[in-house]
């Protein structure tokens, strides 16, 4: 597998965009999963952050995330469309092709799939004609989409091709793996990786700052286990390596994708040889 089947997530990395990139370059990767904050938060403006990703020459396999999203009333609806427009945008800008959709988590959002299914279809009008796609990403601290199979019930409920799964291992992992095994692999268009920094409990900003990357952190047997799994099931896309913790932020970014790097090449041993 090597690392041309990895990207590198910029959420476990510190500095500027350009530092970020350098790093992940330096450490070997072809392909980055980038977060929107690295292009609106670039001091010359997301045109010359989007040059500077496309001057890297790394792949960009997603742009994570719009939040919060669907089912909501028509008004704040409209308003999270114009977000999405701009998403998309950027997507274009920096020559990815999926952008990811995490599920509301909302007081107020409906619960009504069919509802949340239609919502996830416009984006999916909206992303037809430039050629992207939308991935669906069920979090555990989700108003009403919580995990892989209801959100895989509203994907196959939007009737669009470019709608797909974002499996999150972590999360994955704390909940049901064999939820999976229904869902078709052409469906799934991102796995993320990432082992917790102690128990699997917590959702959630305070959980999601206690993710490593495998190998590093608990249940590296069981994101192995998933790896082999959706490879045995077809899955031919990315596996993004997207952890972040406290210990990643006091490093410098070189040093935190050279542990990235070794967590891949841990994982492709591991696959060689499953002991």
């Known amino acids: 597998m090597g690392l041309s089947g990895f990207a590198l997530g910029t959420a476990a990395l510190t500095g500027t965009l350009e530092q970020k990139l350098h790093a992940v370059v330096a450490a070997g990767f072809p392909a980055i999963v980038l977060g929107a904050k690295d292009l609106v938060g670039h001091p010359r403006g997301v045109a010359a952050a989007a040059r500077a990703v496309r001057k ?15 089912g909501l009333p028509p008004a704040e609806l409209e308003y999270k469309l114009e977000i999405a427009r701009s998403l998309l945008e950027m997507s274009l800008g920096v020559r990815s092709d999926l952008l990811v959709v995490a599920s ?18 416009t984006l999916g009008t909206l992303a037809t004609p ?34 797909g799964l974002v499996i999150d291992a972590c999360d ?5 793996v064999e939820s999976i095994a229904a869902v078709s692999a052409g469906r799934i268009f991102l796995a993320q990786l990432s082992g917790r920094n102690g128990e699997l409990d917590g959702a959630g900003e ?19 286990e998933l790896v082999r799994t959706l490879r045995g099931a077809g899955y031919v896309g990315a596996f993004s390596l997207d952890a972040a913790s406290d210990e990643y932020e006091h490093s410098l970014p070189g040093a935190v994708a050279d542990r990235a790097r070794r967590s891949a090449e841990w994982i492709t041993e591991q696959l060689r040889d499953p002991g």
């Open 56 to 70: 890297s020459g790394l792949r960009v396999s997603a742009l994570v995330e719009l939040r919060d999203f669907e």
């Open 104 to 121: 509301s988590t909302v007081a107020h959002a409906s619960s009504d799939r069919q509802r949340i299914a239609q919502d996830l279809a």
């Open 130 to 163: 430039l050629k992207l796609r939308i991935g669906y990403r069920a979090l555990p601290e989700g108003r009403w989409i919580k995990d892989v199979a209801a959100a895989a019930e509203v994907v196959a409920r939007t009737g669009r091709e470019n709608v």
């Open 172 to 176: 994955l992992l704390a909940s049901a």
């Open 206 to 224: 305070a959980g999601a700052r206690r993710r490593l990357f495998p190998g590093e952190g608990a249940n590296a047997e069981a994101v192995v």
